[in-house]
Every structure is written in C-alpha cells, then in structure tokens.
Nanobody
Framework: QVQLVESGGGSVQAGGSLRLSCTASGYTYSSNCMGWFRQAPGKEREGVAD???????DYADFVKGRFTISQDNAENTLYLQMNNLKAEDTAMYYC??????????????WGQGTQVTVSS
C-alpha cells in the first residue's frame, strides 16, 4: 500500500504561483509513475502531469509552459510548480501513483486532494 498526502493548495490571484507537494509513504518503491490530476466542480477529473521513476515527464496541453512536475526520490515527495495561474486552473488537485507505466493510466493510489482557487 502507498499513502499519499497532498499539501500546498490555496487561493491566489490570476498570474500568481503555487507549489503543490505530495508526500508518499508505505510501499513507495512500487510506484513506477506518479502524477497530478485535477477535478473542477461539475467537470470530469483530468490528468495534469506525470513523471516516471526515470524522471521522464508528460504534461497536458493546457499546462505546458506553466506547470512543472518534479520529484525528490530521497524524500519520497512529488511536486507541482504552478506558475501564471488562470481562473480555469481552479480545481481540487490530486496526487496519484501506480506501479505500472505512466501510459497505462492505471493509477491505483490516490491522495485526498488539495484545493487550488484562482481569482481573476
């Protein structure tokens, strides 16, 4: 089992920045891929970015150039640096992990989420 705990959400004005963190504990070495997802009220959950154990990253088009995913393997922590935030980035952000490849999208471990609110 892998436990994931997100932090770093909050309220910012458009154009501002936030850094989300996700600390993993438990069977962490089973996590081949970790990712960030988000879900806005009334909308489906969508993938934001992911990173595999080798450091290869992938981003949704709507965050490319603004968000950066990174990980500190020694600290078992995943990060999401969010710059130039827009009102449409407002959502609950979730951290997720999977022992499979990122392309499988089989994320079986999820955090409880952290709220990001961007005011225009």
């Amino acid at each position: 089992q892998v436990q994931l705990v997100e932090s770093g959400g909050g309220s910012v004005q458009a154009g501002g920045s936030l850094r989300l963190s996700c600390t993993a504990s438990g069977y962490t070495y089973s996590s081949n891929c970790m990712g960030w997802f988000r879900q806005a009220p009334g909308k489906e959950r969508e993938g934001v970015a992911d990173i595999d154990r080798h450091g290869s990253t992938d981003y949704a088009d709507f965050v490319k150039g603004r968000f950066t995913i990174s990980q500190d393997n020694a600290e078992n922590t995943l990060y999401l640096q969010m710059n130039n935030l827009k009102a449409e980035d407002t959502a609950m952000y979730y951290c997720a992990a999977t022992p499979a490849d990122c392309a499988s999208l089989k994320f079986g471990y999820w955090g409880q989420g952290t709220q990001v609110t961007v005011s225009s």
